[in-house]
């Protein structure tokens, strides 16, 4: 299979207030074209870390990780911001709009730097918001606050998709819809994704499921057969 | 209109409160930079190009009575390019309907055409016509207030005898910018007159046929001032040359630069108060906004945007606070420039007098109040430039904070002291700055009001203290003192005492000074020399006392020889002995016993001034007699003189007061309510957590208020320091001329106290209100 994205033995070390936390500890990881991979684990297993290095937003302490032929780890700022804005869309638990712009204009956010965008409005169709374009975030429930953020995310059709718990503050019913968002844009458009979440079931919708405990890749499996979102439960 | 920039309008809509104290801020920065250049350019322009149109001389000298045929001779001074002769001459009008009588000058014009020097600008009417003996152009200012106009007539005093005089015409003279009749502090529009007749006119009544008192010139490029002063006061000593002085010294001229000076000083202290508060307040402002909107940076990152494009959208919005207040402030200083000018209208005396809004000053003011701005976000925007996305993302790390030795000093005062006292050290950066900027706000009331305390101790000191006497009459040249037995003599007079002063050049080694001597009776009574402090000096026997300040330039000390050569009379020079140093109120001054200087002078006794005490109901009539009096130059009554000031100060205080006040409730509110939102935004958290744990809403406001309320105690003392600091170094800007001592009175202290209190309780209420409506659940249901 077509590699994207390969990480080779990365280690981040981050200094939180006076105490130095080791994140991840010598992670390899590749994720193929079209691959939807949950990432699992529990609070401060390095999964955060890993998709944050991976999308660009985090460079590795040690070890090396590459987007196609490109090395990020020794890229420059105005290269990895480069790379997100060509290549990479993000999705984060607390949704992260920017809450005094609309949702249409939360997406153009986007659009307006990006080089063969969606228009914002196929975009906020895409994820069933069609009809709420023109409301602030405030004016969105919690998942369709996450949704205007995939939204976000997707309209640069990105060649990899990067959500860190998705679901996470969303209850079951609204968080099945994300999914199935999810799900839609990694087969219709065969957007690479990586998937963070808590949710054992969740992960059954993945092509693999790589599990990290403690800053290492415990185990990396891929499912037989793929569960679809809208038939998952937790 | 980009997505971005559409943020960025709706933050400043949040933001509203806070853009509009710091858009006050700066405008008022802006505005007062503005009004006072452009008042400042204005004037200059204006003196300048009347200056040259009407060929203002140079050098300026009396004498007693010079013939005409002398004039070849100065005329043949090198280095003098335009030389003029007039006779000049001291005049009474009688006013009808007041005990006062104006004073004015008689100046001649040459019997045909315009003088080749100090030429006249005639608003309206004509040159008096050669021939005409009793027509006359009379200074436009004195006309007014006297509602005359060409055609009028008026009678004049002229050597004790009335004339009528026949107005022709209103005019004006770089001569007489500022008209006074010698005597600043008795200033008032309207009490002084200047006459333009024309030469032969009035020689017949000077007695000074073929002759001149008094001579200007103006020099060839290039020239030395000095050496033609000096060949001009050998040229005239033979005719009792009163000692020619330059433009500087000019007293029309002195004052309009003196007061240009101050204003130019005043161009630069009060905008950088302003400016610096300014760009404190944008850099706790944006830092603030910057730790709000930590996540949403950090997703514009994320989306792509890079360091710069997300630094520049900040800056943005600085520029765009710092713009509309530059527009509020260009528009607040032409309307107050306006109003500055207008005050000087009335003193100053110009053919036209615009006030012009020099694009220049508009784009310094924008540009200093940008910069200053700019230099305020810098550090803020390092951070945004520089937070690592992936980092912002997770919560802020709690801010650290630790015990200290010093915890013992709040261990009495409870929990909620100790959080206020942990928060102010943990932001040292923070409270020294609010501190800092408080006290602008102290301090520009104390600058203020510190002139006002200052001239009233002055007034205080001078005139109730130091001169004692009704009446000081001041003659033309120095008479033989027997003038003071019959000025002793006359009705209603108790008591008089004469003065002797001598303008005198001073050598001590390679320093020279030129100042006048003070030649004080010993057992005077009317006349007592005072120090700053106003207590009483004693003239030592026989040596010249020297203003501390003078004999420190000079190098000199107690025990020293000094060299002295007189600038009147015979120029001789002498030794003298320099007996100890004063620190007076007035400038560079000498002092001798009177005795002890007619002897330095070798001369019979003279005096130059006699100081009388009068009963007051004889006044008017001695009043009169003594403005009839040819010899007789100035007539002063410090009591008048002291009413009248206190007079025309009383609308200007008032005035000079509010603008301040004004001033310092926009640093002050500007300062708290901008502190108080950003402490209540970042602590809303706590503060929500505390009312859930059952704490008041009165406890909680103590958490977040008592800091200010620290802030504004700790900068009313290093405000009130600062302000005196300043406006010493405002009122002492010419030393040489005026030595006002440092007062400040306690009203003027409590004032700015009180002031700054009731503006920073005025924010604190504001804030106290969003802190009453705290959403306590909404608080903690966010992610912080």
């Known amino acids: 299979m077509d590699k994207?994205?390969?990480?080779?033995?990365?280690?981040?070390?981050?200094?939180?207030?006076?105490?130095?936390?080791?994140?991840?500890?010598?992670?390899?990881?590749?994720?193929?074209?079209?691959?939807?991979?949950?990432?699992?684990?529990?609070?401060?297993?390095?999964?955060?870390?890993?998709?944050?290095?991976?999308?660009?937003?985090?460079?590795?302490?040690?070890?090396?990780?590459?987007?196609?032929?490109?090395?990020?780890?020794?890229?420059?700022?105005?290269?990895?911001?480069?790379?997100?804005?060509?290549?990479?869309?993000?999705?984060?638990?607390?949704?992260?709009?920017?809450?005094?712009?609309?949702?249409?204009?939360?997406?153009?956010?986007?659009?307006?730097?990006?080089?063969?965008?969606?228009?914002?409005?196929?975009?906020?169709?895409?994820?069933?918001?069609?009809?709420?374009?023109?409301?602030?975030?405030?004016?969105?429930?919690?998942?369709?606050?996450?949704?205007?953020?995939?939204?976000?995310?997707?309209?640069?059709?990105?060649?990899?998709?990067?959500?860190?718990?998705?679901?996470?503050?969303?209850?079951?019913?609204?968080?099945?819809?994300?999914?199935?968002?999810?799900?839609?844009?990694?087969?219709?458009?065969?957007?690479?994704?990586?998937?963070?979440?808590?949710?054992?079931?969740?992960?059954?919708?993945?092509?693999?499921v790589v599990t990290l405990v403690d800053g290492l890749i415990a185990s990396d499996e891929s499912n037989a057969e793929l569960t679809p979102a809208k038939d998952i439960r937790w | 209109m980009r997505s971005l920039d559409r943020k960025l309008i709706r933050d400043l809509g949040q933001l509203k409160g806070q853009v509009l104290t710091i858009c006050l801020v700066v405008a008022s920065g802006v505005a007062v930079f503005i009004a006072m250049q452009t008042a400042y350019r204005s004037i200059l322009l204006t003196k300048d190009a009347y200056y040259a149109s009407h060929r203002f001389a140079d050098i300026f000298a009396y004498a007693r009575r010079v013939p005409d045929s002398i004039e070849p001779q100065i005329r043949d001074i090198p280095g003098v390019a335009q030389v003029q002769t007039r006779l000049l001459s001291r005049v009474r009008i009688p006013l009808t309907g007041?005990?006062?009588?104006?004073?004015?000058?008689?100046?001649?014009?040459?019997?045909?055409?315009?003088?080749?020097?100090?030429?006249?600008?005639?608003?309206?009417?004509?040159?008096?016509?050669?021939?005409?003996?009793?027509?006359?152009?009379?200074?436009?200012?004195?006309?007014?207030?006297?509602?005359?106009?060409?055609?009028?007539?008026?009678?004049?005093?002229?050597?004790?005898?009335?004339?009528?005089?026949?107005?022709?015409?209103?005019?004006?003279?770089?001569?007489?910018?500022?008209?006074?009749?010698?005597?600043?502090?008795?200033?008032?529009?309207?009490?002084?007159?200047?006459?333009?007749?024309?030469?032969?006119?009035?020689?017949?009544?000077?007695?000074?046929?073929?002759?001149?008192?008094?001579?200007?010139?103006?020099?060839?490029?290039?020239?030395?001032?000095?050496?033609?002063?000096?060949?001009?006061?050998?040229?005239?000593?033979?005719?009792?040359?009163?000692?020619?002085?330059?433009?500087?010294?000019?007293?029309?001229?002195?004052?309009?630069?003196?007061?240009?000076?101050?204003?130019?000083?005043?161009?630069?202290?009060?905008?950088?108060?302003?400016?610096?508060?300014?760009?404190?307040?944008?850099?706790?402002?944006?830092?603030?906004?910057?730790?709000?909107?930590?996540?949403?940076?950090?997703?514009?990152?994320?989306?792509?945007?890079?360091?710069?494009?997300?630094?520049?959208?900040?800056?943005?919005?600085?520029?765009?606070?710092?713009?509309?207040?530059?527009?509020?402030?260009?528009?607040?200083?032409?309307?107050?420039?306006?109003?500055?000018?207008?005050?000087?209208?009335?003193?100053?005396?110009?053919?036209?007098?615009?006030?012009?809004?020099?694009?220049?000053?508009?784009?310094?003011?924008?540009?200093?109040?940008?910069?200053?701005?700019?230099?305020?976000?810098?550090?803020?925007?390092?951070?945004?430039?520089?937070?690592?996305?992936?980092?912002?993302?997770?919560?802020?790390?709690?801010?650290?904070?630790?015990?200290s030795s010093l915890d013992w000093l709040t261990s009495w005062m409870g929990v909620l002291a100790r959080m206020v006292f942990r928060e102010l050290r943990r932001r040292p950066g923070r409270l020294l700055l609010s501190t800092m900027g408080l006290s602008m706000a102290v301090a520009i009331l104390v600058i203020g009001r510190f002139a006002i305390d200052s001239i009233d101790y002055l007034m205080d000191v001078q005139f109730e203290r130091a001169m004692r006497e009704d009446v000081s009459v001041g003659f033309r040249e120095p008479l033989p003192a027997r003038v003071v037995d019959s000025l002793r003599a006359m009705p209603g007079v108790h008591q008089a005492e004469g003065l002797r002063t001598v303008p005198v050049k001073l050598t001590k080694g390679a320093a020279a000074r030129e100042l006048v001597i003070n030649g004080m009776p010993v057992d005077g009574s009317l006349r007592v020399l005072l120090n700053q402090q106003g207590e009483k000096v004693r003239i030592p026997m026989g040596g010249l006392l020297l203003t501390d300040l003078l004999a420190e330039k000079m190098g000199v000390v107690a025990g020293d020889l000094v060299e002295l050569q007189p600038q009147q009379g015979e120029r001789r020079k002498r030794q003298v002995l320099v007996a100890g140093t004063v620190s007076d109120m007035l400038g560079m001054q000498g002092y001798m016993q009177l005795d002890a200087l007619r002897e330095l002078m070798g001369e019979d006794p003279m005096v130059s001034t006699v100081l009388l005490s009068v009963d007051p109901g004889a006044l008017p009539e001695l009043r009169r007699r003594l403005y009839d009096m040819p010899a007789v130059a100035l007539v002063q009554e410090p009591a008048a003189a002291r009413r009248l000031f206190d007079e025309q100060q009383g609308g200007a205080m008032l005035a000079m007061t509010l603008v301040l006040v004004f001033f310092a409730c926009v640093i002050a509110v500007g300062i708290v309510y901008n502190n108080a939102r950003v402490a209540l935004s970042m602590r809303s958290r706590d503060l929500a957590s505390m009312r859930v744990i059952g704490f008041t809403r009165g406890e909680i406001s103590m958490v977040l208020l008592g800091e200010l309320t620290i802030q504004v105690l700790l900068a009313m003392p290093i405000g009130m320091y600062l302000g005196t600091l300043a406006g010493d170094a405002l009122l002492s800007s010419d030393p040489e001329n005026f030595r006002m001592p440092a007062v400040v009175s306690n009203l003027t202290y409590v004032f700015a106290g009180l002031v700054t209190a009731a503006a920073g309780l005025f924010s604190a209420l504001l804030v106290r209100r969003k802190l009453d409506r705290l959403d306590l659940i909404g608080v903690l249901k966010t992610r912080e």
């Not at chain 1, 590749?30 to 660009?56: F, H």
């Not at chain 1, 609309?102 to 659009?111: P, Q």
């Not at chain 2, 000692?243 to 630069?257: E, I, L, N, Y």
């Not at chain 2, 000076?261 to 830092?287: C, K």
Request: hydrophobic share 45%; charged share 20%.
């Open chain 2, 98 to 403: 007041s005990d006062h009588a104006a004073t004015g000058q008689i100046v001649s014009l040459p019997d045909h055409g315009r003088p080749a020097l100090n030429d006249v600008f005639i608003r309206v009417g004509r040159l008096p016509e050669p021939g005409r003996n009793d027509e006359c152009l009379l200074l436009e200012s004195f006309a007014q207030s006297h509602h005359l106009a060409p055609g009028d007539a008026l009678s004049v005093v002229l050597n004790g005898r009335i004339r009528e005089l026949r107005v022709v015409g209103l005019a004006l003279s770089p001569e007489y910018v500022f008209a006074f009749g010698g005597d600043v502090m008795s200033y008032e529009p309207g009490s002084f007159a200047v006459f333009w007749m024309r030469k032969a006119a009035i020689e017949a009544g000077f007695q000074l046929q073929g002759a001149f008192n008094n001579v200007v010139l103006r020099l060839q490029g290039g020239a030395s001032k000095d050496e033609v002063i000096d060949h001009l006061d050998t040229i005239l000593e033979p005719f009792g040359g009163f000692g020619a002085f330059g433009r500087d010294k000019q007293p029309s001229h002195h004052f309009v630069t003196s007061e240009l000076d101050g204003l130019r000083m005043q161009t630069i202290i009060i905008p950088f108060i302003f400016l610096s508060v300014a760009a404190f307040l944008v850099n706790v402002v944006l830092a603030r906004l910057v730790q709000l909107q930590r996540s949403q940076i950090a997703a514009l990152k994320a989306l792509g945007y890079s360091d710069s494009s997300v630094g520049l959208h900040y800056l943005k919005l600085v520029t765009l606070i710092i713009g509309i207040g530059s527009v509020l402030g260009v528009a607040l200083g032409t309307w107050l420039g306006g109003l500055l000018m207008g005050i000087y209208k009335d003193y100053f005396l110009f053919p036209s007098f615009e006030h012009r809004l020099d694009p220049e000053v508009l784009l310094i003011a924008v540009l200093i109040s940008l910069v200053s701005a700019v230099a305020g976000a810098a550090f803020s925007l390092r951070g945004i430039i520089r937070l690592p996305p992936a980092a912002a993302m997770q919560p802020e790390a709690p801010a650290s904070y630790k015990t």
């Open chain 1, 4 to 208: 994207v994205l390969s990480a080779r033995d990365i280690t981040k070390v981050y200094r939180m207030g006076e105490v130095d936390v080791y994140a991840l500890r010598g992670v390899s990881l590749a994720l193929g074209a079209g691959e939807l991979v949950a990432l699992v684990g529990a609070s401060g297993s390095g999964k955060s870390t890993l998709l944050n290095i991976m999308g660009g937003l985090d460079i590795p302490s040690a070890g090396s990780i590459r987007y196609r032929d490109h090395d990020l780890s020794s890229a420059s700022e105005a290269e990895l911001t480069r790379y997100r804005r060509e290549h990479v869309g993000f999705v984060f638990q607390f949704y992260n709009l920017i809450p005094s712009l609309t949702a249409r204009e939360n997406v153009a956010l986007v659009t307006e730097i990006a080089e063969d965008p969606m228009r914002p409005e196929d975009a906020l169709e895409l994820v069933g918001l069609g009809t709420r374009l023109d409301h602030f975030p405030a004016q969105l429930s919690g998942g369709e606050q996450q949704r205007v953020a995939i939204a976000r995310a997707v309209a640069k059709r990105p060649d990899i998709l990067l959500c860190d718990e998705p679901t996470g503050a969303l209850d079951f019913h609204t968080g099945v819809k994300v999914l199935e968002v999810i799900e839609t844009i990694n087969r219709e458009l065969g957007t690479t994704t990586a998937l963070i979440t808590h949710n054992a079931p969740i992960a059954k919708m993945a092509n693999r």
